[in-house]
């Protein structure tokens, strides 16, 4: 007991830090490196809603683009109807999201392992050709363009989100919000009940749990995460296209999540941010940056299954032990 | 009807090739356990390759041997150097060990060969076209709708009748079991994963002369004999013809009536065959 509290202090501590960091970055970084900030954690936010369903439900999903992408489109359209609340523009990401989710998981969580990521890989690219070819709603592969961006307005206040600082803030507290309720639900006995999904789906069903409706559950709310990261990186970038649904986007997160670790909570975002240092470091001498990519990761899925992050800890702990 | 003749012969042509890269990615998964992500990748090396061996040699007959052997060698790499390490391990990790393959090897045809379109001449006894109705056929494409059931049936006789073939079916059934009755398994997974990739980069130099060489050439088809492989059955020889032929259809069909909305179809249809016989066509029960 005293042992959990402490690690529970600990973690507290450490989160607090992380936030304070971040939130600090708008006065250090220049504006460069603050976007691509911006970037790492919208996108880190979207592995961590991955790996609700990946690490702690158990469930390799290829697919998830399709509901950042629904997320994306859902704040475009409305942004474009001209609606000013950002409030309700991002809720329209969520929920758009979470619908989706709701009805293509209820087809998907039937089945588990290769079997649900091929479903998941099958479903995401059908919205992603919904997306390509509806002409009319979704703009087709141009996608849709953001002339506007709303203003956040508070008590009288306003500011803009062409600033790359507030936009970079707006993200930061959206995130921490989706962070905080992630951190919660796995810690909740749902969260217990999620990795005894993972562990031993059939005991579970043993002891009278519904594991389909376990799974859907993840899987919806996963979904809806991933709405809310779509519908900020919509924002960031000022447009909605097809691309953010294809299944190339979809195993970005998969990617992140393997490097920092699927096993620790802040490990997808580690990941990400890996992703996108190396992406910006190896860019610079060359086009041709996936083959480094591919490279690095080989010996990272054959050596290190726990992630870059995911070894440190082990490490530290084993260190702390002995 | 000639309409309907040109599509059925369309369909037909692209099932084919469909079914050279399912019944590869099938078997693999049938006897390895591990669904090969780079499968399409092989698949764009072996047309790549071809194109390249014609620069030397300018001989179509000679890159499409030469080719597909090159990239079952690399096939034999791979498996030895990096997939042995990670049979015992999750599924999910084999997935995204050949999914880094994939990444790897599609970036490097773009380093190699530059992101551009490249063309294949087809060799001149199939160049050019024949009289169709009123109009003409592309004598290519006929051939890939003869070859494609001629190699088939090569490889169906080969499973069925060569002790090579029954040792891999036995091994699919049960892998344990095979290794308990003296079959070397570690050698086979690599003969099976060399011939997959063969394969794969033989449909690869046959579709060189049929479409133009792009980097994304593999992606398109990896996805679409994803959905060939389920829904026929996972690790099922009919199923990924039937799987293939069906899929191959329906492009072209879809293409004539649906026009944009075919994009979407074989994702339909994946979905429609998930929800009434989630096991696939020829699939065993799981």
Not at chain 1, 129 to 142: K, L, R
Not at chain 2, 36 to 58: D, K, T
């Amino acid at each position: 007991m005293t042992n959990s509290a402490k690690i529970l202090r600990n973690n507290g501590f450490l989160f607090f830090l992380l936030f304070a960091i971040l939130a600090a970055a708008p006065f250090i970084l220049p504006i460069y490196w603050l976007i691509i900030l911006t970037e790492i954690i919208i996108m880190g936010f979207f592995a961590m809603s991955f790996n609700l369903l990946f690490g702690f439900t158990g469930l390799l999903s290829f697919g998830q683009a399709g509901f950042f992408g629904v997320g994306a489109y859902c704040t475009a359209l409305l942004i474009q109807n001209g609606i000013e609340s950002l409030t309700l523009i991002l809720s329209a990401g969520i929920l758009g999201a979470l619908l989706a989710a709701l009805i293509i998981g209820f087809l998907c969580v039937k089945r588990d392992e290769i079997y649900f990521s091929m479903i998941t890989l099958g479903f995401g690219m059908m919205l992603y050709t919904i997306a390509h070819n509806w002409i009319g709603v979704t703009g087709g592969s141009d996608g849709l363009p953001l002339c506007t961006i709303p203003a956040i307005k508070l008590m009288g206040w306003e500011v803009s989100l062409y600033d790359p600082r507030w936009m970079y803030l707006f993200s930061l507290s959206v995130i921490s919000l989706g962070v905080l309720l992630l951190w919660r639900l796995t810690r909740s006995p749902f969260g217990l009940i999620l990795t005894a999904v993972r562990e031993n789906k059939e005991r579970l069903a043993f002891v009278g749990a519904n594991v389909r409706w376990v799974r859907l559950t993840s899987f919806t709310i996963a979904g809806g995460l991933a709405g809310l990261a779509g519908g900020l990186f919509a924002l960031f970038n000022c447009m909605a296209t097809p691309d953010f649904m294809h299944w190339s986007f979809s195993s970005r997160p998969v990617l992140m999540t393997v490097m920092g670790g699927s096993g620790i909570f802040f490990g997808p975002a580690f990941g990400a941010a890996i992703f996108f240092i190396l992406e910006q470091l190896i860019t610079n001498v060359t086009e041709n940056w996936m083959i480094f990519l591919g490279a690095f990761l080989i010996p990272i899925v054959i050596f290190f299954p726990r992630g870059i992050l995911g070894t440190i800890v082990e490490l530290v702990k084993r260190r702390r032990e002995s | 009807m000639e309409t309907f003749a040109a599509n059925l012969l369309n369909g037909l042509s692209w099932g084919m090739l469909l079914f050279l890269i399912s019944v590869g990615l099938t078997t693999v998964f049938g006897v390895l356990g591990v669904l090969n992500f780079a499968h399409g990748s092989f698949f764009m090396l072996g047309a790549y390759l071809c194109m390249q061996i014609m620069h030397i040699v300018p001989s179509f007959w000679v890159g499409i041997i030469v080719g597909p052997l090159l990239v079952g060698g690399l096939g034999v790499v791979i498996e030895k150097m990096l997939l042995r390490k990670i049979y015992d391990r999750d599924i999910s990790f084999q997935l995204l060990l050949t999914f880094a393959i994939l990444l790897f090897l599609d970036d490097s045809v773009r380093l190699i060969w530059g992101p551009g379109y490249h063309v294949v001449e087809a060799p001149a006894i199939l160049a050019g076209t024949i009289p169709f109705f009123d109009h003409t056929y592309p004598i290519y494409r006929l051939f890939l709708v003869v070859i494609g059931p001629l190699i088939g049936l090569a490889l169906w006789s080969f499973f069925h009748f060569t002790r090579w073939g029954k040792v891999v079916r036995a091994a699919a059934v049960d892998r344990e079991m095979a290794e308990g009755v003296g079959i070397r398994v570690p050698l086979l997974f690599t003969a099976v994963f060399a011939f997959g990739s063969w394969l794969a980069a033989l449909g690869g130099a046959l579709a060189a002369p049929h479409q133009s060489l792009a980097p994304a050439m593999g992606e398109r088809i990896i996805i679409e004999s994803f959905i060939v492989v389920v829904i026929g059955g996972m690790g099922s020889f009919p199923g990924a013809f039937a799987g293939a032929l069906l899929l191959g259809l329906l492009d072209s069909f879809g293409t004539a009536f649906a026009g944009r909305a075919q994009m979407a179809l074989p994702f339909i249809l994946l979905a429609v065959v998930l929800l009434f016989r989630p096991q696939g066509f020829f699939g065993r029960e799981t």
